[in-house]
T-cell receptor
Framework: DTAVSQTPKYLVTQMGNDKSIKCEQNLGHDTMYWYKQDSKKFLKIMFSYNNKELIINETVPNRFSPKSPDKAHLNLHINSLELGDSAVYFC???????????????FGPGTRLLVL | GDSVTQMEGPVTLSEEAFLTINCTYTATGYPSLFWYVQYPGEGLQLLLKATKADDKGSNKGFEATYRKETTSFHLEKGSVQVSDSAVYFCALSKTGTASKLTFGTGTRLQVTL
C-alpha cells in the first residue's frame, strides 16, 4: 500500500545514455513533483504537474523532460546523461491544485542515479 | 527570492539530551513552514508543519513554533532517542500560481547511547 512509489530505486548508467524514472501515487492527489537532491543533500524543485498540466518548470536543462500520462503518474526522462546528473531524484505528490501553501507533500523513496 | 537557512551539522547528542535545530527563512507574504525528516536510505517524511504565525506544529515529541517577528521555525525535542538519528530539513511553501517547497540545506542529527 505504498503511497508514492518510484522505479527504479537505483540506476547506474554511462554518460550519454537516455534513461527514465517512473513515479506513481495511489493517494488520489492532483499534483505531482520532481525534486533533485545533490551530493550535499540539497533539495531543489525541478517540475510540478497538476492534473497532467505542467505548472512548475524550474531552470532545468532541456535534457530533462517530465511526462504525466495521467494524474497518478509522473515520469522523468533524461537524455544524454552527464556526470553532473548524478543525484537522488525524489517524486512527491500533494492533494489539491498545488497552489495552496499549506498542502503537505508526500515523498517517494527516491531514485539514486549514478552516471559514470 | 525565498530562502531557508538551517544550522550547519552534524549535530551529535547523547540519548535523552535536549535538541534544538535552528531554522530561519526569508520570504515575502505568509509562507507555510515545514520540517521534514529523512532517515538513512529513505525518502522524506513530513515531521510537522505550521501554516500561520504563532502556530505550533508538533509530532513524535518534536515541536516548532512559527515566529513571524524573528522569521524562525526552530525545531526542538526534549529528549532525543537513537532512533531520531536522521537528516532534518526545514522548508517553506507559499500560496501562488504554483506551490513548491523551498528547502534548507538539511541538518544531520546523530544520537549516541
Amino acid at each position: 500500500d505504498t503511497a508514492v512509489s518510484q522505479t527504479p530505486k537505483y540506476l547506474v548508467t554511462q554518460m550519454g545514455n537516455d534513461k527514465s524514472i517512473k513515479c506513481e501515487q495511489n493517494l488520489g492527489h492532483d499534483t505531482m513533483y520532481w525534486y533533485k537532491q545533490d551530493s550535499k543533500k540539497f533539495l531543489k524543485i525541478m517540475f510540478s504537474y497538476n492534473n497532467k498540466e505542467l505548472i512548475i518548470n524550474e531552470t532545468v536543462p532541456n535534457r530533462f523532460s517530465p511526462k504525466s500520462p495521467d494524474k497518478a503518474h509522473l515520469n522523468l526522462h533524461i537524455n544524454s546523461l552527464e556526470l553532473g546528473d548524478s543525484a537522488v531524484y525524489f517524486c512527491a505528490s500533494s492533494q489539491g491544485g498545488g497552489r495552496a501553501s499549506r498542502e503537505t507533500q508526500y515523498f517517494g523513496p527516491g531514485t539514486r542515479l549514478l552516471v559514470l | 527570492g525565498d530562502s531557508v537557512t538551517q544550522m550547519e551539522g552534524p549535530v551529535t547528542l547523547s540519548e535523552e539530551a535536549f535538541l534544538t535545530i535552528n531554522c530561519t527563512y526569508t520570504a515575502t507574504g505568509y509562507p507555510s513552514l515545514f520540517w521534514y525528516v529523512q532517515y538513512p536510505g529513505e525518502g522524506l517524511q513530513l515531521l510537522l508543519k505550521a501554516t500561520k504565525a504563532d502556530d505550533k506544529g508538533s509530532n513524535k515529541g518534536f515541536e516548532a513554533t512559527y515566529r513571524k517577528e524573528t522569521t524562525s521555525f526552530h525545531l526542538e525535542k526534549g529528549s532525543v532517542q537513537v532512533s531520531d538519528s536522521a537528516v532534518y530539513f526545514c522548508a517553506l511553501s507559499k500560496t501562488g500560481t504554483a506551490s513548491k517547497l523551498t528547502f534548507g540545506t538539511g541538518t544531520r542529527l546523530q544520537v549516541t547511547l
